[in-house]
């Protein structure tokens, strides 16, 4: 590609923009400063399969308050990053709790929420139920028939944890 | 009301339509043929039954039926409030083909559905028959009959 001062650029301008982005966004500093922005700010979306939701609901309100840890509950899959499975998810479910985590934007991460989340729990053995890590990439399971509100902020506090330790890994968006 | 007062009066209510009136398990019980269903509920509608309170299927794989019973009741007759009857029709299990109640008992209409669902038992005429609690794909055995297979797990599974 020629330019008007005569210099000559060889390659993909969109392919080695996004390479100097990705390069730029590894860097220490502003790797940690990203990291720690996703850490405090983990929206789960509205997603209540199950009645462990009551307990969710219980983590969010003023006596639990998880909002100090930056969880904050949102309507809108686009708007969050954070999924909750409340409890035992069923097939039909289970579809639908994959079409709204596909529309998340990166980087998102899932909690699986109650013995069902982990092996069905009462609806063990069931025809209709679905184990959440068999269609979702979970990331921390509170154990529970349900979890106390002091468990899921537990769990958040993990999650917390785990994104410090190994880092958010994130595609940048070069070019145009 | 007692038992042989609800008797009495299903005696009185049903005459004319073929069914057998009894005691089963304390409930009063109407049982009917699949032809004569429509007709026996619409009687059991006159004299003041007006609302299905559950539609369930029960599976008899060596009979080669499946039973089908509507638990009805009133709302609106104070003395019947607290009277359930059972009316039960056998179908073949093989084609379960039943007349939908729905224009009768308009509750019915879910439980219908349920019942198609889990059990297999078509209802014609009702119009919110669908898949309700599966998937909308779902093929094969009906979960809730006897010859449905499921998955073994945990330490009985055999590698």
Same mark, same amino acid.
């Given at each position: ?12 301008l ?20 990203r990291?720690?922005g ?15 939701g009551?307990?969710?609901a ?17 309507t809108?899959?686009?708007q ?17 709790a ?13 909690i ?10 009462i609806?063990?053995?069931s025809?209709?139920i ?22 899921v ?7 917390q ?16 | 009301?007692?038992l042989?007062? !609800?008797l009495?009066? =299903? @005696? /009185? ?9 009894g005691?089963?398990? %304390? $409930? ?6 699949p032809?004569n269903?429509?007709?026996a ?8 039954f007006d ?13 080669g ?7 009805v ?9 607290? !009277?359930?009857?059972? =009316? @039960? /029709?056998?179908?073949k299990r ?7 109640l729905? %224009? $009768? ?7 219908e559905?349920?019942t ?20 909308e794909?779902y093929?094969?055995?009906p979960p ?6 499921i ?9």
């Amino acid at each position: 590609m020629a330019c008007s001062g005569g210099f000559i650029l060889i390659g993909e301008l969109e392919e080695v923009a996004r390479k100097a982005a990705q390069w730029l966004v590894e860097k220490t500093p502003i790797k940690t400063i990203r990291d720690w922005g996703i850490r405090f700010s983990l929206w789960p979306v509205h997603f209540t399969t199950a009645c462990c939701g009551a307990e969710f609901a219980a983590t969010s309100g003023p006596r639990y308050d998880a909002e100090r840890y930056g969880f904050l509950p949102f309507t809108a899959p686009r708007q969050c990053n954070l999924m909750l499975i409340e409890g035992t998810l069923t097939k039909k479910m289970g579809r639908a709790a994959k079409i709204v985590y596909d529309q998340m934007p990166e980087p998102k991460f899932v909690i699986a929420m109650g013995v069902c989340g982990l092996d069905g729990g009462i609806f063990w053995n069931s025809y209709n139920i679905v184990r959440p890590w068999q269609i979702l990439p979970v990331e921390v399971f509170i154990p529970g028939c349900p979890p106390r509100p002091e468990a899921v902020a537990r769990a958040i506090l993990m999650l917390q944890e785990k994104i410090k330790k190994e880092g958010v890994k994130v595609e940048a968006r070069g070019g145009t | 009301m007692k038992l042989e007062e !609800v008797l009495e009066l =299903l @005696k /009185a209510a049903l005459s004319g339509v073929e069914c057998l009136i009894g005691e089963e398990s %304390g $409930i009063p019980t109407v049982r009917v043929h699949p032809e004569n269903l429509l007709e026996a509920a619409k009687k059991l509608k006159e004299s003041g039954f007006d609302h299905v309170k559950s539609v369930t299927g029960l599976d008899y794989p060596d009979e080669g039926e499946i039973e089908v019973v509507y638990h009805v009741s009133s709302y609106t007759k104070p003395e019947l409030t607290k !009277v359930i009857v059972a =009316l @039960k /029709a056998r179908v073949k299990r093989d084609s379960p083909k039943l007349t939908s109640l729905y %224009g $009768i008992w308009p509750s019915s209409a879910y439980l219908e559905s349920e019942t198609y669902d889990l059990m297999g038992v078509e209802f014609e005429g009702n119009p919110k028959q669908r898949r309700l609690l599966l998937p909308e794909d779902y093929e094969g055995i009906p979960p809730l009959r006897k010859d449905f297979k499921i998955p073994v797990e945990g330490v009985d599974a055999v590698e």
